[in-house]
């Protein structure tokens, strides 16, 4: 079965940092790009960063651009996203994906709140 696991999310203060999991199983993620996204109550789901399969290719987007890295732990079949000088319009829900055959498929998703 293929399937995306996010442990992790959680409250934090502005200024904070957090890392992200995003484990999988049925899927052995270095021979597949991986995506993040987030979706904030009211707006649409956005990318915010991505891994290529090979890791030589990163994407992300400028609203986290320098505060977000994104990593991938072959080993643990794991990819992170570590997320510092977090900001209250960082909150929302995050998810990671990957595309196989042409077919989405995503964690659970996660809520990241940052608030004081």
């Known amino acids: 079965q293929l399937q995306l696991v996010e442990p992790g999310g959680g409250l934090v203060q502005p200024g904070g940092s957090l890392r992200l999991s995003c484990v999988a199983s049925?899927?052995?993620?270095?021979?597949?790009?991986i995506g993040w996204f987030r979706q904030a109550p009211g707006k649409e789901r956005e990318g915010i960063s991505c891994?290529?399969?090979?890791?030589?290719?990163?994407y992300y987007a400028d609203s986290v651009k320098g505060r977000f890295t994104i990593s991938r732990d072959n080993g643990k079949n794991t990819v992170y996203l570590q997320m510092n000088s977090l900001k209250p319009e960082d909150t929302a829900v995050y998810y990671c994906?990957?595309?196989?055959?042409?077919?989405?498929?995503w964690g659970q998703g996660t809520q990241v709140t940052v608030s004081s």
């Open positions: 994906n990957i595309r196989v055959s042409g077919l989405d498929y």
């Open positions: 049925g899927f052995i993620l270095d021979r597949y790009a």
């Open positions: 891994l290529s399969s090979s890791g030589g290719s990163i």
